[in-house]
């Protein structure tokens, strides 16, 4: 079993939908919380930045961290067709841990207009 | 400001040739990293830099593989003796320093023949 699980898709939903995009984890010592995304031949983008359990919100982007289920989870609301790349999960122990990313395969989001 | 750059964009080469990968952190940057993606995988942390020392090359997958930042700038990722499975995207990213946020690069596309 990998460090990360993320459900790789595709997941396809219509213009304006409310998508919801999740990574379940084993390693209690992660504590920050991150979702990236990316689009075809591109590098990956900072979408949100959580650390430890609760909920950020950053316009249509809310992050939730639910530590005692080891479970995280990305809101997209009122979906665009620009918003169809691949949203990757990435994790980070704190402190004197490791300090590479721990990410998931990522999930390919298709927003059909 | 410039975000991080990598050079070449893509490289072709033959198994068993060695390749240098460069990347250029952004300015003021202390911390830079190297991740490898393969197809359909999140990208997979091979080594940190904190100025000029390695600080973490626990992800590099064996002795092919070698990295250097002389300078606390620009970092060369070489690898040596390359084989077929090396065949990935190589991601850069850097942080302001230890802990902060990473942003990526581009990526190099590395194909072996």
């Known amino acids: 079993q990998k460090e990360v699980e993320q459900d790789p898709g595709p997941l396809s939903v219509p213009e304006g939908a409310i998508v919801s995009l999740n990574c379940t984890y084993s390693n209690s010592a992660f504590q920050y919380f991150m979702w990236y995304r990316q689009y075809s031949r591109k590098g990956p983008e900072l979408l949100m930045y959580t650390y430890s359990s609760g909920n950020k919100e950053d316009g249509r982007f809310t992050a939730q961290v639910d530590k005692s289920s080891k479970y995280i989870s990305l809101f997209i609301r009122d979906s665009q067709p620009s918003d169809s790349a691949t949203y990757l999960c990435a994790m980070r122990e704190s402190g004197g841990g490791a300090d590479g990313l721990t990410f998931g395969k990522g999930t390919h989001l298709i927003i059909q207009p | 400001g410039a975000g991080v750059s990598q050079t070449p964009s893509n490289k072709v080469t033959e198994k068993g040739k060695y390749v240098e990968l460069r990347c250029d952190p952004i300015?003021?940057?202390?911390?830079l990293y190297w991740y490898r993606q393969s197809l359909g995988q999140g990208p997979e942390f091979l080594i940190y830099f904190q100025g000029t020392g390695a600080a973490d090359d626990s992800g590099l997958p064996n002795d092919r593989f070698f990295a250097v930042r002389p300078e606390g700038s620009v970092s060369t990722l070489k690898i040596q003796r390359t084989e077929r499975g090396d065949s990935a995207v190589y991601l850069c990213?850097?942080?302001?320093?230890?802990?902060?946020?990473?942003?990526f690069g581009p990526g190099t596309r590395l194909l072996v023949l």
């Open positions: 990213a850097s942080s302001f320093s230890r802990g902060e946020t990473q942003y």
């Open positions: 300015s003021g940057h202390t911390a």
